[in-house]
Structures are given as structure tokens and as C-alpha cells.
């Protein structure tokens, strides 16, 4: 016989639950400061870990995340200089690098033997890095509108380290100003069309209070004015290039690792020069795909339905709810692949009872 619990207890227990159901912000201590995130849902298990674009926030993911299977919690984080985490010291470039050492750093933090990755645009790039360095460390891995690294031919990338450089040491300068002196402000109407246009349209003006809520901060001297808070030397940070040999070696280091690619049909982030990546995940690693669904670059900000109808059914796939940790809204029935799994569970006791009894 099952004990129900007295009212007391279930009404305590149904709060219990509704807290892991509400997200809860964390601060994640790094050598130069702090990386923010917010943990989204079930909070018993690994959850996976989000990671945004240039220059966007954890806001990136707003849309997406109420369609997301309710078994696994969301960590999503604001990657250093970005949002609400803390900046680098003043005089240290950002680097590529940094970003992939802040997966390993909150791995260890939480224990994680494994991770599970969600990423979009220069994340995806940092993760199909990361694949690539510890494909045993990665369970799963869900890209948005990009599947490697940037490429620029010699003397393109000549100009550009040059560049990246002088503007770096402008930004820097700055930063330290803005220890003295408030960074120019704007009204809230305009810093949508900062971000509309610095975005190439990909974020549209009614999206894009998703992504300025965790990059401006409220001016001390106008009123309704704001100002970014981002530090603008990431505009500035270091990619990790590849040629292609370098990319189609990195690529055939992927085995056995469930990576599922969404383009986003608007945008041209996946592109001739992705193919041969694309050809080698597809050859040499059977849990690869690649699908398109409708819209820009922020096409899982855009079309969150569109993205979310690809991701679920490989997120039951490759994480499946366990029953202990699956939670259900009032009349909501357990999904297929859940019940199964309890079918045979149930099975597997009914056949240890009878060789129990088979043995008295």
C-alpha cells in the first residue's frame, strides 16, 4: 500500500516543487570575477548549459525556453563582459580561449563529469571547439546557425588582427573612462535601433528587449535615458581561426557525439564553406543532423516553435526523462517515451517478484 502524505505535507511539497520550477539566479566564481546565470526548471538534474552569441545575453533564449521538455533544467549563463558578469581587468583582451575555459571552470564547479551544450552564433563556434578538445566530456550538443569556425584568407586576416587590435586599445581606453565619466546615453527607442541594425536585422525591433535588458543600465544623469553596460571591448575579442584542413581535422575528432545543427533559412552563417565540415560529421558520426527552420540568425529568438519542433525530439532521445525527476502539469499525460519506460520498469518487477516466489 502507497502512504498518501497528510495536507500539510503535500501542500509543502507542492511548493518545493513550484520553487525548482521557478528560475533561480547564480553567481559562479571565476579567478577575475564572476560569470551570472539563471537556472531554468529542474534543478535534480545535469541541466544544460546555454550559451549565447556576440555580444547578446542569456535573454537570447527567453522565447525558446518555455518549449523546452520540462525534465531538464536550462543554465543559462552571461559569458564574461556580457550582461550581468563581470568584466575582464582593464588592459586584458578578450579571447576566445577565455569563453572555452568558462565551460571547463563551471563543470567544475558543479561536478560535472559531462556536459550537455546548447549554444548560439560565436558559441557555437566555442562548442564545436569544445567537441572537438573533449569529445568524451560532451553528451550533447545543440548548435544554432553555425557548425564551425571563421575563416579569412591571409591577407584578410592580416587586416583584421591589425584592426582588432587598434579598436581593442580605443575600447580599452574607453573602459577606463567610463570608471570617471557615464558612457553616452540613449532613449530605450533608440537602443532598439542600435541593436536592430548592429544585429543586420536578424533582431527584430519587438525582440530586441530581450537581449537590452541585460546590456544597458539606467543613466545617473538623463532620466529615461540608458546607457550600454556591455563591456565594449568583447566587440573586439580574439576569434579562433581555422583553415579549412584545421577545421576538417577538429570535425573528424566528433565520433559518437549527438550534435544537432539548426540554420536558420533567412541567414548565411552556414554556407558553401561549412560543407566539408558538415560532410565529415555527417560520415563519421551517426548522431549528427542538420536541419533549417525559418528565419535570421536569431532564428530560435524568432521562430522559438520552429526550433523547439527540431530540438525536443532529440532532446528525448539523447536525455530522456527518468521518472524520478519528471514532472507533469495537472491533467498533462506522461509523455510516450516516459511511459514506456514505465511499462518497463514495471515489467522488469513483476518478473523479480516471480522468481522471488518461485524460489520460497
Given amino acids: 500500500m502507497t502512504a498518501v502524505p497528510a495536507a500539510g505535507q503535500q501542500i509543502e511539497l507542492n511548493e518545493q516543487l513550484q520553487q525548482h520550477e ?5 553567481r559562479i566564481n571565476m579567478p577575475w570575477g564572476y560569470v551570472v546565470g539563471r537556472w531554468y526548471g529542474n534543478r535534480q538534474v545535469r541541466p544544460i548549459l546555454a550559451l549565447h552569441g556576440w555580444l547578446d545575453n542569456l535573454g537570447t533564449w527567453n522565447e525558446l525556453l518555455p518549449l523546452l521538455p520540462k525534465h531538464l533544467g536550462v543554465l543559462c549563463i ?3 563582459g556580457h550582461g550581468f558578469s563581470s568584466k575582464l581587468p582593464e588592459g586584458i583582451a578578450y579571447h576566445f580561449v577565455d569563453y572555452l575555459c568558462v565551460i571547463l571552470r563551471i563543470m567544475e564547479e558543479y561536478g560535472w563529469q559531462k556536459v550537455s551544450l546548447m549554444a548560439h552564433s560565436m558559441s557555437a563556434m566555442l562548442c564545436f571547439i569544445f567537441a572537438s578538445l573533449y569529445p568524451h566530456r560532451l553528451d550533447m550538443l545543440i548548435s544554432i546557425d553555425i557548425v564551425k569556425t571563421r575563416y579569412r584568407k591571409p591577407p584578410s586576416q592580416i587586416d583584421y588582427l591589425r584592426t582588432n587590435i587598434e579598436r581593442y586599445m580605443v575600447e580599452d581606453e574607453r ?3 567610463a570608471k570617471r565619466e557615464e558612457p553616452p546615453a540613449y532613449t530605450w527607442q533608440e537602443l532598439e535601433y542600435v541593436l536592430h541594425k548592429g544585429s543586420a536585422g536578424s533582431v527584430p525591433l519587438e525582440n530586441c528587449h530581450h537581449i ?4 544597458v543600465a539606467k543613466s545617473t544623469k538623463y ?3 540608458y546607457y550600454f553596460s556591455r563591456d565594449g571591448r568583447c566587440k573586439y575579442y580574439f576569434e579562433f581561426h581555422t583553415s579549412p584542413p584545421f577545421a576538417a581535422e577538429l570535425a573528424r575528432t566528433i565520433r ?8 536558420g533559412s533567412e541567414s548565411n552563417f552556414i554556407d558553401g564553406e561549412s560543407q566539408e565540415v558538415i560532410d565529415i560529421l555527417r560520415s563519421n558520426n551517426p548522431h549528427f543532423e542538420l536541419h533549417e527552420v525559418h528565419g535570421t540568425h536569431h532564428v530560435h529568438l524568432n521562430n522559438a516553435k520552429g526550433v523547439a519542433e527540431i530540438i525536443n525530439p532529440f532532446i528525448m532521445h539523447h536525455r530522456p526523462p527518468h521518472l524520478e525527476t519528471w514532472t507533469v502539469d495537472e491533467q498533462e499525460e506522461l509523455p510516450e517515451v ?3 519506460f514505465a511499462l518497463a520498469v514495471d515489467e522488469a518487477e513483476n518478473v523479480k517478484r516471480r522468481k522471488r516466489k518461485s524460489n520460497l
Fill in 256 to 263: 559518437n557525439v549527438p550534435y544537432c545543427v539548426i540554420k
Fill in 78 to 80: 552571461d559569458l564574461p
Fill in 212 to 215: 537590452l535588458h541585460r546590456n
Fill in 22 to 26: 521557478l528560475p533561480m539566479d547564480v
Fill in 223 to 225: 532620466p529615461d535615458k
Fill in 175 to 177: 573602459f577606463a573612462n
Fill in 338 to 340: 516516459v511511459q514506456k
